[in-house]
């Protein structure tokens, strides 16, 4: 990752959706198991990548906050927390699929509709906007 906090945040950010588009993708082909088809690093690799990138979202928005805009950060503190407990969340939940000795394609289908992700991404979504703007 870069030194960068904006570059770093972006990055992750497109890091996490990259891996959710995939995750789609894998959730449609009805594989038993990630072994089925060589599926096993793509699908672990992108789990892998996604949950590095999560590793302290929250502080790192944050910091690109503080430093885009310190005088108005505490408007955004509420917002920048909620985003840090949904990271966390969904750090966790992909932390459990890691954790699986076979990646079915229903539990993948599973993971791109848990509300943690979900809100993630949404969160994701509006920081990236806002931040464009400060």
Sequence with gaps: MTTDPR?????RIEII???????LAYAAQGHESDKDAGQE?????YLN????ALDDLGALSTKVAEESNADSVNN?????EALDSDAKKAQGVVRLVLAQSAISSLLIDNLN????????????FVIDEAFKRL
């Design 41 to 45: 690093q793509d699908i672990r690799k």
């Design 17 to 23: 959706e990259s891996g959710y588009e995939f995750m």
């Design 113 to 124: 509709a848990s509300s943690h992700l979900r809100a993630l991404l949404t969160d994701m």
């Design 76 to 80: 955004y503190r509420t917002f920048l």
């Design 7 to 11: 570059v770093e945040l972006h990055n």
């Design 49 to 52: 990548d996604i949950d590095k």
